[in-house]
């Protein structure tokens, strides 16, 4: 592994990303673990070893899809529950799975912190203005038509998550996922977390713990589409939890194994399998030459990622601060296809 670990040190020295964390376990077994970097440039902060980074988008996996698994293991939902059960006036043709598979024909997004009319962020009046906003979104497309990656959608979910259970999402989360896997390096919020925009253009402040997702922090930085903040060994701690419970394994029986491996088994109308992301073949992809057929994970806008082998029994966490100090996306698009072909490369896989 030292081409892996010499490579995320060449990355941040050339300042590409300002601080890099990968956590890689095969089989239960931690083989490759390595910090090194900036958590923020000015003035300097050094990323320590167990470094929290803002998750972003992994959220969706790990929280939001983690929680819709479990709620459907046990009843409370199914893949074909229709929206509308949960979420008064929306369209009655999306249903769950529809949201997960980012086929509901909602749009990719809304700046909805824009239409609080000055109500702070966070509160429960704030929250509660938001949701009325969020259900109010008009499909875009009829359901199963197109797939378009849709905050909108998860943020669907988050309702109905909350209405289904009359429970808070973060209590959810608590409950369905953090107790069973035993993963307890994961936050809504961290105050050491590396810094991300500095500053913010809309805050007017460096963020720096509290999440970057603007819609999120509006909403009080509990989120199924964001939120998260964590260190690559809880994230890749987590995916192997999921992994094993999909296994059978007793020690995490707890989780929705049942359920994970069925929605890792469906394919929707485009790259993904009920929440989770697959491989895509052809032209650019950030897993690199040589992930296999099986693999599933996701990014996160700020420089994160989780991808998981699960027949191969191997997790790979990829977390950077790369939108701090300015949100640039293109270094992070060549950065994560070099590491995870490191990491393949160290781990003898072939191209397949």
């Known amino acids: 592994m030292e081409a892996v670990t010499a490579l995320l040190d060449d990355l941040v020295t050339r300042r590409v990303v300002p601080s890099i964390s990968l956590t890689v376990r095969v089989a239960g077994r931690e083989v490759l673990h390595h910090t090194t970097g900036l958590a923020r440039y000015a003035p300097p902060r050094p990323a320590v070893d167990d470094q929290p980074y803002d998750l972003a988008s992994v959220t969706k996996v790990l929280a939001g899809t983690a929680v819709v698994a479990s709620l459907v293991e046990d009843g409370t939902l199914a893949l074909d529950t229709p929206a509308a059960a949960h979420l008064d006036g929306v369209d009655p043709r999306v249903t769950v799975r529809h949201l997960l598979q980012h086929g509901s024909g909602l749009p990719a997004w809304r700046k909805f912190y824009l239409e609080i009319g000055g109500r702070p962020f966070g509160t429960e009046a704030t929250r509660a203005h ?12 009829d359901p199963d038509t197109r797939h378009v990656y849709s905050d909108v959608g998860f943020l669907w ?27 307890t390096d994961l936050r ?19 963020v720096e713990g509290t999440v970057h997702d603007l819609n999120c922090a509006s909403l009080g930085g509990v989120s199924t589409h964001a939120g998260l903040f964590g260190t690559s060994r809880a994230v890749a701690r987590i995916g192997e939890a999921f992994v094993e419970a999909t296994r059978g394994n007793p020690d995490y029986a707890g989780l929705p194994g049942e359920t994970l491996r069925t929605f890792w088994s469906l394919k929707g109308p485009g790259s993904h399998r009920c929440g989770w992301d697959g491989i895509t073949r052809g032209g650019y992809t950030s897993t690199g030459r040589f992930f296999p057929d099986d693999a599933i994970g996701h990014l996160g806008y700020t420089g994160t ?3 998981m082998s699960p027949e191969r029994r191997t997790v790979v966490a990829l977390l950077t601060n790369r939108a701090h100090p300015i949100d640039d996306p293109a270094p992070i698009r060549r950065v994560r296809p070099l590491v995870h072909d490191a990491v393949a490369t160290a781990l003898g896989w072939e191209a397949p």
């Open 130 to 141: 938001l949701y009325d906003l969020i259900r109010s979104v008009p499909l875009e497309a």
């Open 157 to 183: 979910l988050l309702m109905i998550c909350e209405a289904a259970t009359g429970t808070p999402f973060a209590q959810l989360f608590h409950q369905r996922v953090t107790v069973p896997s035993g993963v």
């Open 188 to 206: 809504w919020g961290w105050a050491g977390a590396a810094a991300t925009e500095w500053p913010c253009p809309y805050r007017h402040v460096g």
């Open 305 to 307: 990622s989780i991808w």
